[in-house]
């Protein structure tokens, strides 16, 4: 009995230890973590988009919160004392327990799309020194907790979407140097106690709803570099003080509303940069402004400024940027201004000057842009104007200029954008125009220009507008317009041209508004058959005759686009004709023969010219195959079988019998000037085998054109995804990237490994397709060049497309890899921003060049990109490498196996330890403090860090 008892009591001591004993052995499966790791993980609970990007926020599988990627910890204390989440596409909101890490020093969560309010909790961190919410989708009031965090050095709102007024207590901070709230809509007026701060360096304001005006205490701000309250809704006039702002190096009130006149004490100020653009200010121009040596910007455009530009201007001889225009500004221009040897940009347009053009403005031999459009300048051009060698922008459209235009134009290499419309120009227009090669707009309409269109005109291959109207021009159109390919617009107008319209017009693929009317043109109107963007055409009053062709490009159009051509006929004028008959197309033609004669000579003519086609394979998968199979499977190139259309081909799609699909390319010009030379090119081209290379398996010289074989690509060309109007496919930061790195790589093997080298010469969106898989492929190798290791290729025609041309290959006609480096770079961008390279004359390199300027250019990514990619440092790296790749100088530019291995560590790699915060990184950071930057708080890559700089230094190093 007595052992029976001992037992059961041995069974019930083992029951009650068996459950202890689980949970001990449990106990290591249950979260550990101390408070700062439960705050944590409340604060990922309260983000979204964390799959993926906080992957290692795992308190069940790692406790270590001090490893977990963007948490930085103390080496001793272990406590929390740095978060950076920066740019990871973060959603949801901030939670109120990141009150709880009291240790933290820095916080930094800028480029997510967190929403939701700035929570009170954030208060409780006073260790904090460093705090950034920028760029993200917040709302609702700045908190007045932020008043205390006494030790806070910067505080950086900006680009989100805050209310309310500023507040007050904010200059309870004793510590605080930066302060930006830029970009948000926020309202009421500045504290007046921000004034009398005098720690604060940096205070941005710009870009909201503020109203009120500046205060006269505003030089308190003794140790301020930065003021800036650009585009809010201030008023009243210019502090009277504004010149004891001795600290002052960017003062920028521009786009307000603020009137008055400009303090005369305002010359004392030691500023770069004085914006005040955009106001009502009236008055003169102080002459004192001539006295701030340091100036390197000075905007006073689109005011109500009046009398005479001071003279005294003239000294400023660190100024790169003049805006003055859109004032009431009197009087000549201050010939002075020749001696502002830095001036880039001299914008005086939209004034009331008179005079003539200073011929000392040929001294600047860095002027960029000269606008001295709508003002009351008389006189010739002078002559030293085309001294400016690096001159790429000439208006003075609407003035009341005389003369001719100064042959030595034809030097200005440079030039882009010349504009002399509406002026007493006389004399012929100029046939060395036609060798300013870079030309892309010319516009000489409304004046008095006599005697015959040159025919060199036709020579400006990048020309995207063409205005001679409305002047007295005579003669033939020449055919040689037929060859801009790039032209958009062409408007001759108003003249008294006189001929028949070339046929050759029917080839400007890219042409937009054909403008013809008022003139003296006979005979029949061309079919215009591959102008397939034309939207705007006027051929009335002239002296047309014969049939409107009755095909979609001409029938389109209303009929004022024919009226005044009384012998014209066809259904758009309400007039029958006889039955139409089609132009001769390829080897066709109706002939009416009159006698024996001429039919045996037209049958010889024929036999001269009708050759067998010549099928050539390059690759064995087409050798099953002749060219009757090829024309029997597109029905002779039947229109159905387009897909495309280039501009020196039409591109159709093929499916052979047991063979991949094949895109035949059909070259316009039919018969190449040396066919040796063109089938040696192709022959090397079809020697080229790589992934990233459309492969080219075979061509035919036939009587229906050049016809050249290539792969077909089942997702079309990367500028269709881009830019086309369908849009089908959305392409995600992980597309885009896979597209860039391939088209990186594919370019790389040619310059790199191909023996010998290869420049493709027309790197661009649209000659980058895309397979089933959106992996790229670069095409288009017809103007690729093979060139020897040793020596540059060197040609007077410069081949390209406009937008992606290198500037440095367009001046010199010195081609190397590096001009496709240039291209790839345009490529990137687009990639980026999803903006073609040039839009509406606006130039997409020198757009994000201006706002990399003033570090806005993460603002222009495309929305496609900015919420799928999980990391947007490599984004911003990305707009790096462009602009690097961009540069103006070949040397200064990354080769392509450099750009291929940037853009290869981008691409992420399924596990990638070695890349995740480490405990004592923060360590480092805290004992260099003092000489360091927060931003350094980032993730760096050492491997491509020589390559990348900050922002400032590219644009500095880019500038033309």
């Known amino acids: 009995m007595k052992e ?82 920066s740019n990871l596409n973060l959603g949801g909101e901030i939670s109120p327990a990141i009150g709880d890490l009291r240790n933290l020093q820095s916080i930094d969560f800028q480029g997510n799309m967190l929403t939701g309010q700035i929570p009170e909790e954030i208060g409780n961190c006073a260790s904090l020194y460093h705090l950034d919410l920028s760029g993200n989708l917040l709302y609702g009031d700045i908190p007045f907790s932020l008043s205390k965090l006494k030790q806070l050095d910067t505080l950086n709102l900006k680009n989100n979407q805050l209310r309310g007024p500023i507040p007050s207590t904010l200059t309870q901070i004793p510590n605080l140097k930066t302060l930006d709230l830029a970009k948000n809509q926020l309202t009421g007026e500045i504290p007046r106690l921000i004034y009398w701060n005098e720690v604060l360096q940096y205070l941005g304001l710009r870009g909201n709803l503020l109203t009120g005006t500046l205060s006269e205490d505003i030089c308190q701000l003794t140790g301020l570099w930065y003021f800036d309250v ?128 200073p011929p000392e403005l040929g001294k600047l031999e860095q002027l960029f842009e000269l606008n001295l459009a709508n003002n009351h300048l008389e006189g010739p051009i002078p002559h030293n104007i085309s001294f400016c060698r690096a001159l790429n922008q000439f208006n003075v459209h609407g003035n009341h200029l005389s003369g001719i235009i100064p042959s030595g134009f034809k030097d200005l290499e440079s030039l882009t954008y010349l504009n002399l419309s509406s002026n007493d120009f006389k004399g012929s227009v100029p046939v060395e125009l036609g060798r300013i090669i870079n030309l892309d707009t010319l516009d000489l309409s409304s004046n008095n220009f006599l005697g015959p269109i040159p025919a060199l005109i036709g020579d400006l291959e990048h020309l995207l507008t063409l205005n001679l109207s409305r002047n007295h021009l005579h003669g033939r159109l020449p055919a040689e317009f037929g060859n801009l390919k790039s032209i958009q617009i062409i408007d001759l107008s108003f003249n008294n041209v006189t001929g028949s319209i070339p046929v050759e017009l029917g080839q400007l693929q890219n042409i937009v508004s054909l403008i013809l009317n008022n003139n003296d043109l006979q005979g029949e109107i061309p079919e215009l058959t591959n102008c397939f963007s034309l939207a705007n055409l006027n051929f009335s009053y002239n002296n047309l005759s014969g049939i409107v062709p009755p095909i979609r490009n ?35 033609c109706y002939l009416e023969l009159n006698s024996l004669s001429s039919a045996v000579s037209v049958i010889f003519s024929r036999a001269a010219v009708v050759c067998p086609p010549k099928l050539v394979v390059l690759h064995l998968d087409m050798a099953i195959h002749t060219f009757d199979d090829i024309m029997r499977n597109t029905e002779d190139l039947s229109e159905k079988y387009i897909i495309g259309y280039g501009a020196s081909s039409t591109v159709y799609k093929c499916v ?37 290379i459309v492969s080219l398996h075979g061509y035919a010289l036939s009587p229906r054109g050049n016809l050249l074989f290539y792969d077909y690509m089942e997702n079309g060309s990367l500028w269709d995804l881009l830019h086309g109007p369908s849009k089908k496919v959305k392409l995600d930061w992980e597309t885009r990237l896979k597209v860039a790195v391939g088209a990186a790589q594919g370019l790389a093997y040619l310059h790199h490994d191909c023996n010998p080298r290869i420049i493709h010469r027309d790197v661009k969106s649209s000659n980058i397709l895309l397979d089933e898989n959106f992996e790229a492929h670069l095409s288009d190798f017809g103007i690729a060049k093979c060139i020897p290791t040793t020596n540059t290729h060197a040609s007077t025609f410069v081949m390209g497309t406009i937008g992606y041309i290198d500037p440095e290959y367009a001046r010199t006609s010195r081609l190397t890899e590096k001009s496709d480096v240039y291209s790839f770079g345009i490529v990137l961008l687009e990639l980026l921003t999803g903006k073609k390279a040039v839009d509406n004359e606006s130039n997409l390199q020198q757009l994000i060049l201006s706002r990399a300027d003033d570090n806005t250019v993460m603002e222009a990514v495309d929305p496609e990109v900015s919420v799928t990619c999980m990391d947007l440092t490599h984004v911003k790296k990305s707009f790096q490498l462009a602009l690097l790749c961009t540069k103006r100088h070949p040397s200064e530019r990354p080769t392509m196996q450099d750009v291929s291995r940037v853009l290869v560590s981008f691409v992420p790699a399924p596990t990638k330890a070695s890349l995740l915060p480490k405990p004592f990184d923060y360590a480092k950071f805290v004992m260099d403090k003092g000489q360091q930057q927060p931003q350094l708080l980032q993730e760096n890559n050492s491997s491509d860090a020589h390559w990348f700089m900050r922002f400032k230094e590219v644009v500095s190093k880019n500038t033309l």
């Open 4 to 85: 029976m008892k001992l037992l059961g009591s041995f069974e019930h001591c083992l029951a009650m230890a068996v459950p202890v004993v689980l949970l001990l052995f449990l106990f290591p499966l249950v979260s550990s973590l101390n408070d700062e790791g439960k705050a944590l993980m409340s604060i990922k609970e309260s983000f979204s988009n964390v799959v993926n990007v906080l992957v290692d926020w795992d308190d069940v599988h790692n406790e270590d919160f001090c490893s977990w990627r963007g948490v930085f910890c103390d080496n001793d204390s272990f406590s929390v004392v740095s978060l950076n989440l």
């Open 230 to 357: 650009r585009d809010n809704k201030l008023t009243g006039t210019i502090p009277s003080s504004i010149g004891n702002c001795t600290s002052f190096e960017i003062l920028d009130i521009s786009y307000n509303q603020f009137t008055g006149e400009i303090p005369y004490n305002i010359g004392f100020l030691q500023v770069a940069t004085l914006s005040l653009q955009g106001n009502n200010l009236t008055g003169r121009i102080p002459e004192v402004i001539g006295l701030m040596q340091a100036l390197a910007v000075l905007d006073l455009s689109d005011n109500e400024l009046v009398g005479p530009i001071p003279a005294i201007l003239g000294n400023l001889s660190y100024t790169g940027k003049l805006y003055l225009h859109g004032n009431k500004l009197t009087g000549p221009i201050p010939p002075e201004l020749g001696n502002m040897s830095k001036l880039s940009y001299l914008q005086l347009n939209d004034n009331q000057l008179v005079g003539s053009i």
């Open 554 to 588: 001409l029938t389109r159009f209303p009929p004022d686009s024919f009226i005044g051509n009384p012998l014209l006929c066809g259904n758009r004028l309400g007039s029958i004709c006889g039955p139409y008959v089609p132009k001769s197309k390829g080897f066709e």
């Open 656 to 692: 052979l019998k047991n063979s991949r699909p094949l895109a035949i390319k059909r070259l316009y010009n039919q018969y190449p000037c040396n066919v040796h030379e063109f089938e040696t090119e192709l022959e090397t081209i079809g020697s080229i085998r790589h992934r990233n």
